[in-house]
Structure formats: C-alpha cells, structure tokens
C-alpha cells in the first residue's frame, strides 16, 4: 500500500497543491503507521470505511464486483469440475478464455 500511496496518490495531477482525502475500507494493509505517515506528509486525511459498512457505503462492490466475482467464481467452479484436456506433457490445458458478459 505504501508503494501504491509513492507511486500513484503522490504523483495524481494538481494532487499536491491542496489538502485531500483518501477513503479506505479497513483492510489491515490500509491501516499501518507507514501508510498513515505517508498520507499525512502529502497532506492527506484517511477517512476508513468500518468493517460491515461495505454494502452501504461502497455500492460499486455490491452493483458491480459482487456479481462480476460470483460469475468469475462459478466458472471457475465449472471449470474444476469438468473432464480436463491434457497437453502432451501431461499437464491440463488452459481454460479458454471467454468473457464472464456474453452468458
């Protein structure tokens, strides 16, 4: 996280000229003093969403990554359990490659 904070929070056009806010959800990676220390020398405030609060304050995660992860998962699912093809080293095949959108 502090990489990303470096790399990409820090170098945000027009980023440094004013006082911002960065809103996190409260996984622990967010949460340690370096990340903290690195807002706040850009003068950012961290703003943490509680733990349970996803579904209410993050509708991006519920409308689109939710349903988006349960496809990918079932797949996936369906993937594992079907008879596989081998290579003719003896490993399975890749999965084909076909867009979670087109079912």
């Known amino acids: 996280m502090v990489d990303w904070v470096k790399t ?4 945000r056009p027009g980023g440094l000229l004013l006082p911002s806010m960065l809103v996190l959800d409260s996984v622990r990676g967010h949460l340690v003093d370096r990340v903290r220390d690195e807002l706040k020398e850009l003068r950012t405030d961290l703003a943490v969403i ?6 209410i304050l ?6 689109l990554n939710k349903p988006f992860k349960d496809n990918v998962r ?27 959108y087109c079912e």
Request: proline fraction near 5%; charged fraction near 15%; charge should be positive.
């Open 58 to 63: 993050q509708r991006l995660d519920v409308s």
């Open 50 to 55: 509680p733990g349970g609060l996803t579904s």
């Open 8 to 11: 990409v929070w820090a170098r």
């Open 74 to 100: 079932r797949l996936y699912t369906t993937w594992m359990a079907g008879g596989h093809q081998l290579t003719t080293g003896g490993k399975i095949k890749v999965a084909v490659l076909q867009s979670p």
